[in-house]
C-alpha cells in the first residue's frame, strides 16, 4: 500500500535547510555553545571570551548572565549563511547581538589579519554592550572603540593612522562612523583606530560612573543627546567638538614626524641586532674550527699521492 505524499508548507522547507547546514556537533560550556569546523580552537576561544566577559562585566556594572553561539568557519558560503548576508571584503568576523552570535572566518582556511583570541574577544563585546544597552543602540564609535579597548588591539600602526589623519585633515565625524562598513579599507583603519580614542577619552576624562550613566540613559530610551547631557552635561555635539580639539592636539605634523622617525629608528635597531647576532654566530663557528684545529697533528711528510699507503722499503728502484 502506498502512502500519501505529504504537503508541506514552503516555510518547512526554510527551516528543515537551515537546521542542516551544519553538521558540526556543537560544544557547549556555561556561556557560550560552539560551532567549529576545527574543534582544537574551542579550548583557546572558551578562555578568551570569558577573560573578556569579566572584564566587561566590571566596565558595564552587568551580570552579563546568558549563552552566546559561537561560529568558527572554513567555507565562505556556510559563513555568509550564518550571518545572512555579507561584509566587506576586509573583514573577518562579525556580531549578530539581537540573534546572540558571533561568526569568525577559520584561520586555517582564511587571513584573518589578528590573532583568534583577540577577534572573538572584539565581537563578543558588541553582544555584551547590546545587551547592556537594552533595546537601544549604541553609537557605533563607541561600539567599535569599546571593542577595541577590551581586546587590546591598539599598536603602532594604528598611532601612525592617526597621525597621517590629523596631518591631511582626514579626521571622521564620529556620527559618521556608523557608516563604517561602506568605507574602503584605509579609511576603515581611521574609523576604528578614532572610535578606540574616543572611547579611551570618555573613560579617561569622565570615568566609569559617567561613562555607565552614559548607557544607562540610553536603555532607559534617551536620545544621543540627552544621553550625553545627563551624563556629562555635554550635548553630543559639545562631546565631538571637545574630543576633536583633543585629536587635533594629539595627531598632527609633528606626531606624523616622529612616528615615521621611531619607525626607521626601530628598523635601524633590528637591523643591528641582527647584525650581531649574525657576528657572534660567526665568532661562535671560527672559535670552534680553531679548537678542532688544534686537535689535528701537523706533523707529516708529504708521501706519494698515487700511492699513500706505500712504504719506503716497497719502492727501491732507485737504488739500481
Request: net charge negative; hydrophobic share 40%; proline share 4%.
Amino acid at each position: 500500500m502506498l502512502m500519501p505524499r505529504l504537503k508541506l508548507p514552503p516555510i518547512f522547507f526554510v527551516l528543515f535547510i537551515s537546521a542542516t547546514v551544519f553538521s558540526v556537533e556543537p560544544i557547549e560550556t556555561d556561556y557560550f555553545v560552539y560551532y567549529f569546523d576545527n574543534p582544537r580552537y574551542i579550548e583557546q576561544a572558551d578562555s578568551a571570551l570569558n577573560k573578556v566577559r569579566r572584564q566587561m562585566m566590571e566596565l558595564m556594572q552587568d551580570s552579563l548572565d546568558y549563552k552566546a553561539s559561537v561560529y568558527l568557519l572554513e567555507d565562505i558560503n556556510e559563513f555568509n549563511k550564518v550571518i545572512r548576508g555579507r561584509i566587506p571584503d576586509w573583514g573577518a568576523a562579525a556580531a549578530f547581538p539581537e540573534r546572540k552570535l558571533i561568526a569568525v572566518k577559520s584561520p586555517d582556511k582564511f587571513k584573518i589579519g589578528k590573532p583568534l583570541e583577540e577577534l572573538l574577544a572584539h565581537e563578543y563585546s558588541h553582544l555584551l554592550l547590546h545587551h547592556r544597552t537594552g533595546f537601544s543602540e549604541p553609537p557605533r564609535w563607541f561600539d567599535e572603540g569599546l571593542a577595541m579597548l577590551v581586546s587590546f588591539e591598539w599598536d603602532w600602526a594604528d598611532n601612525l593612522a592617526m597621525s597621517r589623519a590629523g596631518t591631511f585633515g582626514q579626521f571622521i565625524n564620529l556620527r559618521e562612523i556608523k557608516l563604517m562598513n561602506r568605507f574602503g579599507a584605509a579609511k576603515a583603519e581611521i574609523a576604528y583606530a578614532q572610535s578606540y580614542l574616543a572611547v579611551d577619552y570618555f573613560y579617561s576624562e569622565y570615568g566609569d560612573k559617567q561613562v555607565n550613566s552614559f548607557l544607562d540613559a540610553l536603555k532607559s530610551g534617551y536620545s544621543l543627546d540627552s544621553a550625553f547631557s545627563a551624563s556629562i552635561g555635554a550635548t553630543y555635539s559639545e562631546f565631538e567638538e571637545e574630543f576633536k580639539a583633543y585629536l587635533s592636539k594629539r595627531y598632527n605634523v609633528a606626531s606624523l614626524f616622529m612616528d615615521t622617525m621611531l619607525f626607521w629608528v626601530f628598523l635601524a635597531v633590528i637591523v643591528i641586532v641582527a647584525g650581531y647576532v649574525r657576528y657572534k654566530k660567526r665568532r661562535q663557528y671560527y672559535k670552534k674550527w680553531a679548537e678542532e684545529e688544534k686537535l689535528q697533528s701537523k706533523d707529516f711528510d708529504y708521501g706519494d699521492p698515487g700511492h699513500p699507503e706505500q712504504s719506503d722499503e716497497e719502492d727501491q728502484t732507485w737504488r739500481g
